[in-house]
């Protein structure tokens, strides 16, 4: 689905990113692993196109951003790590926006949503607007405006901050229930032992380069730490370097 390969890239000439290349499949979830400064941020930025690489190549079902944009874009439901909402909409409206930005009927999009709606506790918020919203609440719309997009490849950053615990599970159980659906999802985090619980593999990022890719027993058997759990292992390799 996703292929990202040899790919070095920053911010103004300044690389962060160094030849890095990883993919993500139908079926799966992969945990984008590293510390801040490591490079994830800077890594999804070049997948939805924020950044151009300096090098390398990504493409998504063989197709590269330049060449055909919006189908490209169509194809992804990004949910960042701050929730970006326009403080004169409301939920509703953050729904048509988003509905006519994909070119979704929006009727058939509200329908599908509704389950979700009630599952974030948001059904009864639809006239609401960003400044009644808690922070945890914004973090759910954001959710919510990927979910209405029905993408193939969910980019998910630090999606935990500002969710209660109830909240968190329920996005888990979501993940797990599109992965289920033939979806990839890529997921960066810091909860390390959250995303050991629902991811299949790993690519763990230290100073720009991946330092291990696999699933928690290939990476184990790399670091030759058996039975360890993923935030054992990071927090030993990274002090160790």
């Known amino acids: 689905m996703l292929e990202v390969s040899q790919v070095t890239g920053g911010y103004f000439n300044l690389p962060v990113l160094k030849e890095i290349s990883f993919s993500v499949q139908h079926h799966e979830i992969v945990g984008l692993i590293g510390l801040n400064g490591a490079g994830k941020s800077t890594t999804i930025k070049e997948i939805i196109g924020f950044l151009q690489p300096y090098a390398g190549i990504i493409r998504l079902y063989g197709q590269e951003l330049q060449t055909d944009p919006v189908a490209y874009r169509k194809k992804i439901g990004y949910i960042p790590e701050t929730p970006m909402l326009y403080e004169e909409l409301t939920l509703r409206e953050h729904f048509e926006i988003v ?5 979704k009927d ?6 599908r949503l509704a389950p979700y709606l009630k599952r974030f506790r948001l059904d009864q918020k639809l006239d609401w607007l960003p400044a009644e919203f808690s922070k945890g609440m914004k973090q759910k719309v954001m959710i919510l405006c990927a979910i209405l997009v029905d993408p193939d490849l969910y980019i998910v950053d630090e999606p935990f901050l500002g969710l209660d615990p109830l909240a968190i599970e329920d996005l888990l159980q979501f993940l797990l229930e599109e ?11 810091h909860v390390l032992d959250t995303a050991e619980r629902v ?10 380069q991946v330092l291990a890719e696999g699933s928690l027993a290939a990476i184990q058997e790399q670091f030759q730490m058996p039975d360890q759990g993923l935030h054992d292992i990071y927090l030993r390799v990274t002090q160790e370097d």
């Open 179 to 189: 992965r289920k659906k033939g979806k990839g999802i890529l997921m960066s985090t």
């Open 99 to 103: 509905a006519m930005a994909y070119e």
């Open 106 to 111: 929006l009727d058939q999009s509200l329908e």
């Open 199 to 208: 991811c299949d593999r790993y690519i763990l990022l230290h100073q720009g």
